[in-house]
């Protein structure tokens, strides 16, 4: 990929992200989308962390064995 087709790539992105950013956070049907899918992200969220923990003690457990 040269230089500038990966400008153009995160520029577009940029904007897209920007974009979605600013629906989610300043209108009122982002915000309704919103509070729709903040719980299933912290279910997520928290279904990460534990993974991250149990991985953690697995990787211990080896070192230990």
């Known amino acids: ?11 577009c992105a940029g904007a897209v992200l920007g974009g979605i ?8 049907s982002g915000t309704k989308v919103r509070e729709r899918i ?8 928290d279904t990460l962390e534990k993974a ?3 991985l953690e003690i697995r ?6 064995a």
């Open 59 to 64: 990787a211990q457990f080896k070192k230990s």
């Open 1 to 11: 990929m040269t230089e500038r087709s990966c400008v153009l790539t995160a520029a």
């Open 21 to 28: 950013w600013g629906w989610l956070f300043l209108t009122e």
């Open 38 to 45: 903040d719980p299933a992200l912290d279910r997520t969220l």
């Open 52 to 54: 991250g923990s149990l």
